[in-house]
T-cell receptor, first 115, second 112 residues
Framework: ETGVTQTPRHLVMGMTNKKSLKCEQH?????MYWYKQSAKKPLELMFV???????ENNSVPSRFSPECPNSSHLFLHLHTLQPEDSALYLC??????????????FGPGTRLTVL | KQEVTQIPAALSVPEGENLVLNCSFT??????LQWFRQDPGKGLTSLLL???SQREQTSGRLNASLDKSSGRSTLYIAASQPGDSATYLC???????????WGAGTKLIIKP
């Protein structure tokens, strides 16, 4: 156990559905991250939150909408997704973002399939 | 733009062998380099973190080295076991913003 949990572990949705992914960290960290992992490709950083403020958005389509209500919880709201959005979505946290305490701890991921 | 490459993409060896996984990066302005393990259908587990001022880190049967000037890191696994089968990922944290840049991983299979 890394101290980072994600729900659901698996999600199948149609292109017109709206769903949300949830991440929770029990490590007292100040930074949280969403990554997308597609087959045989490097992890893609989607969003970074530091102290509940979004600090990076790496040109992610607006059909992905993050929310960070507090430093322990992170959501990824999904709507009108495309089949190419099918991937493993990973959440991570670190003590800080802009310091040497950047070692990241990952959740188990949500396997998303868009039909 | 930093690029991280891991070769080979897949590796299969008999149990008991010592092996080396490679990671190379194009920009030497890194803060640290991290090696992770990912089991099928699961998240990532941090194995070793090497600061840019360090040459190597060891944990049990694992040893990671870093040659920042040549843009290379290796992960050495001694006396491999079937339980070592997983995908191994390396990531470099940039000096400028500490953002992690990832390799695509090496899928390792240890045959009993």
């Amino acid at each position: 156990e890394t101290g980072v949990t994600q729900t659901p572990r698996h999600l199948v949705m149609g292109m017109t559905n709206k769903k949300s992914l949830k991440c929770e960290q029990h490590l007292g960290h100040n930074a949280m991250y969403w990554y997308k992992q597609s087959a045989k490709k490097p992890l893609e950083l989607m969003f970074v939150y530091s102290l509940e403020e979004r600090v990076e958005n790496n040109s992610v389509p607006s059909r992905f909408s993050p929310e960070c209500p507090n430093s322990s919880h992170l959501f990824l709201h999904l709507h009108t997704l495309q089949p190419e959005d099918s991937a493993l979505y990973l959440c991570a946290s670190s003590q800080d973002r802009l310091s040497g305490n950047n070692e990241q701890f990952f959740g188990p991921g949500t396997r998303l399939t868009v039909l | 733009k930093q690029e991280v490459t891991q070769i080979p993409a897949a590796l299969s060896v008999p149990e008991g062998e010592n092996l080396v996984l490679n990671c190379s990066f194009t920009d030497s302005a890194i803060y640290n380099l991290q090696w992770f393990r990912q089991d099928p259908g699961k998240g990532l587990t941090s194995l070793l973190l090497i600061q840019s001022s360090q040459r190597e880190q060891t944990s049990g049967r694992l040893n990671a080295s870093l040659d920042k000037s040549s843009g290379r890191s290796t992960l050495y696994i001694a006396a491999s076991q079937p339980g070592d089968s997983a995908t191994y990922l390396c990531a470099v944290a940039m000096d400028s913003n500490y953002q992690l840049i990832w390799g695509a991983g090496t899928k390792l299979i240890i045959k009993p």
